[in-house]
């Protein structure tokens, strides 16, 4: 496989560490040009052009070997790296995944700008172009508009639309945002795999995703900042609407219009945000709360909750399913995720004025257009987010239209970029790395002791069931089959329209699966993601083909690294089987408490342990402490330390079967197992601005990556014991935290 990035490197490297070994690439020329088969110091120097060479120059690159990795391995390891990718003009923040995922925007913009048109790729080249123009094209002005007009245009005003208003049915609008554009607006519903019994697909609802972390809407004194910008956002939007686009009655408004609207947005979406769970339960937890009934029940639940504002959800769920065979009866079972919301959703809706609940969805569908329409609107979205992720300039559009790309079209691209970027010996490799993982696992719960015999031979069980989904699908080499999973559209010129096109009827396709059968070992997921997953309903691990390049994976290189990374990853996403919330799906994925009580108890000791270590970090963000959420972060954490020592023992197995591989060259001082703890480490070096990291700190489940590293290594005895860090130094503390 030959990558841009071993381009980048060989071009633009500077080799100032290992001078003897590692050139530029003018070097390596004029050495061509005059080499002397008997000249054993060339041929020395030429060993450069290996993969091995490659690979130190890419860790030296990033590694700051002055820090005592005994003191701070994420410094030693990452230290240069933070150095030359501070976050910049481009980006809000900056991690190896988007590394990665830079390779793979650059192939596949590739791929669908290439001239050669086929049937595979036209209509994702078409959707791809009107992406690129989409600013320019007035055709999505126009588009936009009749839309909105649909919705008695934004804002409504309090007393110009009353007619229009009275007209409006709140329900059409949600039920057409949510069918047609997959925009959250006050609820998420549609279907989802039953996990009461995974073969099934069931009807679900739940609570909507808001703009801002709920926190920030819950304490808007403390995040004055980012809600100021938001309430910016509302208002300039509604100011340019009225005033350049014709969208309401009174061309003269004065520069402060927009900000009641604003106000009345905010307020609205800070009612949703206090009924909304708190986002620092954790996943268990969440799954709890969940119940199933039929929408017979949930009308009854709910109808008394209020005697002033009703919701037949029959009727809801029948606009929603209207256009697909299936007819939605009172009997259909429902999985509500929250019910509270819902109740309390009731309440809030009796108080709001009509005007405002159409207003806030209109916004909602409007916000997620802002940068695809004008230039103007696209500068007022890029004004918020420099308050609210630190991000100064636009992000390139070709990047964005690349990943629209491939989620609407994800075989049609994946397919195209596994046969023109992948080389298919890859997945035997990485099939047998997976193997040795699932083997390290399996002699680790032989002898786990805290599992009693019952749970554990439930996990064995589950273990041996685990489908795993590497690179692709194997039917990529079968044409006909192939043809049924390429999506094959008509495009237009608008993009607007291209988007609600392919939205309505990828929802609709969905959701006919309401009554068929849901096949586990069947292929469903991206094939270019960067990114590796547990999917808890089907039992099965997925490790794409984007995360089977470099720099996290090559076929040809030390291995130690290979494991140290993917293998990492795979380790981390087998251990999502097993932890807090996969111990209530069994091997079918089906919800079901395998773990007996005792096990449990002894479970959440261990666990607490992580929750108090990692509640323990501190990061300066926005010149405050903030603390990293122990509770929220716990099933991440462990899952990275339980992944860590499984993905370790599978090196072992490795070497065991295939020879102890050889130190790089330009690091002669780090022993292979050095090396996977390095690559461990690199995959986490990251570089973000304090926005974001704040961002990041309240609401994602991962800890930052420093903490990552620091966290991990700090518990994992195979690191203190290669890297010889003496007892009580920081990367090797007397007490730690142990699971597995
Ligand atoms: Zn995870």
């Known amino acids: 496989m030959k990558t841009s990035f071993f381009s980048i490197i060989i071009l633009c490297y500077s080799c100032v560490v290992q001078?003897?070994?590692?050139?530029?690439?003018?070097?390596?020329?004029?050495?061509?040009?005059?080499?002397?088969?008997?000249?054993?110091?060339?041929?020395?120097?030429?060993?450069?052009?290996?993969m091995e060479c490659q690979t130190a120059e890419y860790l030296l690159k990033s590694m700051n070997r002055s820090v005592d990795p005994c003191e701070d391995f994420y410094e030693y390891t990452c230290g240069l790296w933070v150095k030359d990718h501070q976050v910049q003009a481009t980006k809000v923040s900056w991690y190896q995944y988007k590394e990665a995922e830079k390779t793979i925007m650059n192939n596949l913009k590739e791929i669908l700008e290439d001239e050669n048109v086929d049937d595979v790729l036209a209509p994702a080249q078409t959707f791809y172009k009107s992406c690129l123009n989409s600013v320019n094209n007035e055709m999505n002005l126009e588009y936009l508009k009749s839309i909105i007009s649909l919705f008695g245009g934004w804002p409504i005003d309090t007393k110009e639309h009353s007619d229009k208003l009275r007209s409006l049915d709140w329900m059409k609008v949600y039920v057409y945002m949510e069918k047609n554009w997959k925009i959250p607006t006050i609820l998420d519903t549609g279907i989802s795999i039953n996990y009461m019994n995974t073969s099934?697909?069931?009807?679900?609802?739940?609570?909507?995703?808001?703009?801002?972390?709920r926190s920030m809407f819950v304490n808007p004194e403390r995040y004055k900042t980012q809600v100021n910008a938001y309430s910016e956002l509302i208002a300039g939007t509604a100011f340019l609407m009225y005033k350049e686009l014709g969208f309401g009655p009174s061309p003269?408004?004065?520069?402060?219009?927009?900000?009641?609207?604003?106000?009345?947005?905010?307020?609205?979406?800070?009612?949703?945000?206090?009924?909304?769970?708190s986002g620092e339960m954790k996943r268990s937890e969440k799954i709890l709360k969940n119940r199933v009934m039929t929408i017979d029940e949930l009308q009854t639940d709910i109808d008394s909750m209020s005697n002033v504002f009703h919701v037949d959800w029959l009727k809801m769920f029948g606009l929603l399913f209207k256009g697909t065979d299936v007819i939605v009866k009172k009997t259909e079972r429902i999985l509500v995720k929250d019910e509270n919301y819902l109740k309390s959703l009731l309440r809030v809706l009796e108080i709001t004025p009509k005007r405002i609940l159409i207003n806030y969805m209109s916004w909602c569908f409007l916000r997620s257009m802002l940068s695809d329409i004008r230039e103007d609107l696209r500068n007022l979205a890029q004004d918020f987010n420099v308050v609210y992720t630190g991000d100064v300039k636009e992000v390139v559009r070709w990047m964005d239209c690349v990943s629209m790309t491939s989620s609407y079209f994800p075989y049609n691209v994946g397919y195209k970029y596994v046969n023109k970027y992948f080389d298919k010996s890859t997945k035997e490799m990485a099939t047998e790395m997976v193997k040795n993982i699932r083997e390290a696992y399996m002699e680790?719960?032989?002898?786990?002791?805290?599992?009693?015999?019952?749970?554990?031979?439930?996990?064995i069980d589950k273990l041996?069931?685990?489908?795993?989904?590497?690179?692709?699908?194997?039917?990529?080499?079968?044409?006909?089959?192939?043809?049924?999973?390429?999506?094959?559209?008509?495009?237009?010129?608008?993009y607007l329209m291209n988007l609600e096109i392919l939205q309505t009827s990828s929802n609709l396709k969905k959701l006919s699966k309401l009554n068929t059968f849901h096949n586990h070992a069947e292929w469903t997921m991206d094939v270019v993601s960067v990114n590796g997953y547990n999917d808890v309903y089907s039992n099965a691990i997925v490790l794409p083909s984007g995360m089977l390049q470099l720099p996290f994976y090559h076929k040809n290189r030390i291995q130690a690294l290979n494991y140290g990374m993917v293998g990492l990853v795979v380790g981390h996403e087998i251990m999502h089987a097993f932890d807090d919330s996969g111990r209530m799906f069994d091997k079918q994925g089906n919800?079901?408490?395998?773990?007996?009580?005792?096990?449990?108890?002894?479970?959440?000791?261990?666990?607490?342990?992580?929750?108090?270590?990692?509640?323990?970090?501190?990061?300066?963000?926005?010149?405050?402490?903030?603390?990293v959420n122990g509770q929220m972060t716990q099933n991440e954490n462990i899952a990275d330390i339980g992944g860590l020592s499984h993905a370790y023992i599978a090196y072992q197995k490795y070497v065991k079967n295939h020879g102890a591989e050889n130190r790089l060259p330009g690091l002669p001082e780090l022993s292979p197992e050095q090396l996977f703890f390095v690559g461990f480490a690199s995959i986490w070096c990251e570089s973000t601005t304090e926005q974001t990291l704040l961002n990041d700190l309240l609401t994602d489940v991962h800890s930052p990556g420093r903490i990552r590293v620091l966290g991990t290594l700090s518990n994992s005895v195979e690191f203190a014991k290669a890297f010889q860090c003496p007892v009580g130094s920081p990367m090797n503390p007397e007490d730690k935290c142990k699971i597995w």
């Not at 003897?20 to 450069?48: G, I, T």
């Open 19 to 50: 001078r003897s070994h590692c050139r530029s690439a003018n070097d390596f020329l004029k050495d061509v040009f005059s080499l002397d088969d008997d000249d054993n110091r060339l041929k020395d120097e030429l060993s450069c052009s290996t």
């Open 200 to 213: 099934q697909y069931i009807l679900t609802i739940g609570q909507p995703e808001l703009m801002l972390p």
């Open 252 to 277: 003269n408004r004065n520069i402060n219009f927009g900000d009641e609207y604003a106000d009345e947005i905010i307020q609205f979406e800070t009612q949703l945000a206090k009924i909304k769970n």
């Open 444 to 459: 680790q719960l032989e002898n786990l002791g805290w599992m009693d015999t019952v749970t554990r031979q439930s996990a």
């Open 464 to 494: 041996q069931s685990m489908h795993e989904f590497i690179a692709y699908p194997d039917w990529f080499h079968d044409p006909l089959y192939l043809q049924n999973k390429l999506k094959i559209v008509n495009m237009t010129d608008s």
């Open 591 to 627: 919800r079901r408490q395998w773990w007996t009580r005792e096990t449990m108890e002894t479970f959440l000791k261990k666990a607490e342990c992580f929750v108090q270590q990692y509640n323990n970090y501190n990061l300066t963000v926005l010149g405050n402490q903030v603390k």
